[in-house]
């Protein structure tokens, strides 16, 4: 899709939010000027990026949803952890846990880089069908770190979509 195509797909709905997701938005050449044509008629803009590829050079006007990879997922070797100093309290970060062992390990990384600190919120999601969202929240609330629970809700509005994630 061209970025006069999004620009009409967008104008479609009365909504000033707009959401860039799928695969890994910052892989698209003309990522920037997407963002700027969207900030100059007034949206504001969320970009969800996997956080493997740099985001020094995203408008600050941008709110960055950053994702840190959990070990269970195999990616955790692709975290850029330069990101962080990029984020600002007007962004967030998620992890997707599966496990214990992820659990554990965002929890070290949000206190070795101050996240809660850092960012305007961390939110942890559930992998869907791995771990309970009751197991997920008990942790949560005893780990005594400022987070949130996020379902990952495209999985229960659209379950019957495969996904590769």
Known sequence: ??????????????????????????LHK????????LLARAY??????????PLAAVDARVHKIMDFKCPSSGMA?????????????????????ADWNDFDWACDIIKKYDLTARVDMV???????????????AWILRCGLDIRMQPQLHKIIWPEIDRGV
Do not use: Q
């Open 30 to 37: 003309d990522i920037y000027a997407l963002f700027e044509a």
């Open 77 to 97: 070797g692709r975290n850029n952890y330069a990101n962080v100093d990029c984020l600002t309290r007007n962004d967030e970060v998620k992890f997707v846990i």
């Open 123 to 137: 939110h942890f999601s559930p992998v869907f069908g791995k771990i309970s969202f009751a197991e997920l929240a």
């Open 44 to 53: 504001t803009v969320l970009l969800e990026t996997g956080g493997h590829e």
């Open 1 to 26: 899709m061209s970025i006069s195509e999004i620009l009409r797909a967008a104008a479609a709905y009365p909504a000033r939010l707009a959401l860039v997701t799928g695969g890994e938005p910052m």
